[in-house]
């Protein structure tokens, strides 16, 4: 017996061997051909131009070309599925936005998992969202008088989103949860419909980004009560945090994150991980994040994997607390 489980084990050992080695050939020579890299969402929004910089200093440092393919749909389940099912050679990746997380939690029928369908590589950079209200709707300068008019008539207010199980409306549920408010919820297909919604009149506030915030705020046409970190961000010294704000809990960050399709070689990963860190440290990368009130991450494959994790099991227990679901 002990004879024979030898034997069997040094089979296993004999056919790992070449297994390893083709897997460190393959890292070694990759990318040897163009690299897909998916975004679930419209060219021009903010994954899109994320994935963009990042796409092209890829090329440069690694001397293969580094291609992005819109996919949008579904509110990103389509690239998701799309990545969920390519081949794992590290050819195809995809930039995905913090929907992922939600979608995973939020819809009974997708056909991917958060966690067990793809390969982590690095979270790129993390970013609040900041709670504007149209002051022509809606007079009020703090989250407490929003709160106070919201308790007078229920169900009369409205946030908009740039679609089910986006940042926006989460946020917006959250605030819901933790002000013990009725707001209705109006989702659009991107941001850039819920910003011209807000912007005429047809819903009364949004989560927004600072970029995209930014000039509505200087002209007056949007008034930023609110931002959904822990901390006061540069650009907007004089906003609070919802806790400060007098509502706590309602802490929630956009983010970009770097995948591949699960099964994916190790190698491949960390030398992708590798890769995109140098990429997050370069000077006009960190410079071109902090101006749109973004904060650098470049985690490692390790710690995007804990993040993702710890993001599903606070998401699904929120989820259920307010029996949110999404077909």
């Known amino acids: 017996m002990i004879n024979k489980l030898g034997g069997a084990s040094v089979l296993a050992m004999a056919l790992l061997v070449p297994m390893s ?3 460190q050939a393959a890292a070694t020579s990759y990318p040897n051909k163009p690299v897909r890299i998916l975004v679930g969402y419209p060219a021009g ?3 899109d131009l994320t994935a963009r910089m990042i796409a092209a200093k890829l090329q440069a440092s690694m001397g293969q070309s580094f291609v992005i393919d819109n996919k949008p749909g579904a509110g990103s389940n389509v690239a998701s599925e799309m990545l969920a099912t390519s081949p794992a050679d590290g050819y195809t990746l995809m930039i995905a936005a913090a929907q992922l997380t939600w979608n995973s939690v939020l819809y009974k029928n997708i056909r991917y998992d958060a966690i067990k369908s793809f390969e982590p ?3 790129l950079m993390s970013a609040p969202a900041v709670l504007a209200v149209n002051p022509a709707k809606v007079n009020v300068k703090t989250v407490s ?3 106070a008019q919201a308790k007078k008539e229920p169900g009369k207010y409205t946030f908009a989103s740039s679609g089910p199980g986006s940042v926006p409306h989460i946020a917006g549920e959250l605030l819901k949860s933790k002000a013990k408010i009725d707001l209705l919820h109006v989702p659009y297909k991107g941001s850039g419909p819920a910003v011209n919604a807000v912007l005429g009149g047809e819903t009364d506030m949004y989560f927004m980004t600072v970029l995209s915030s930014m000039p509505y705020f200087k002209s007056g046409k949007l ?3 609110a931002v959904t970190s822990n901390h006061r961000i540069p650009q907007l010294p004089d906003v609070p945090t919802m806790a400060e704000a007098g509502v706590a809990g309602v802490e929630i960050d956009s983010w970009n994150g770097l995948f591949a399709p ?3 070689p190790k190698e491949i990963v ?3 991980g590798k890769e995109v860190r140098k990429v997050m440290e370069m000077p006009d990368v960190r410079k071109a994040f902090e101006e749109q009130g973004a904060t650098v991450v470049g985690s490692t494959p390790a710690e995007f994997s804990a993040y993702l994790k710890k993001e599903v099991s606070l998401g699904t227990t929120f989820a259920r607390s ?3 679901k999404l077909d």
């Open 21 to 23: 080695v083709k897997a």
């Open 45 to 47: 929004g903010p994954t």
């Open 121 to 123: 590589i690095s979270r």
């Open 145 to 147: 008088e929003l709160v």
């Open 223 to 225: 008034r930023p009560i």
């Open 262 to 264: 699960a099964g994916t």
């Open 270 to 272: 960390e030398k992708l």
């Open 322 to 324: 307010i029996n949110l």
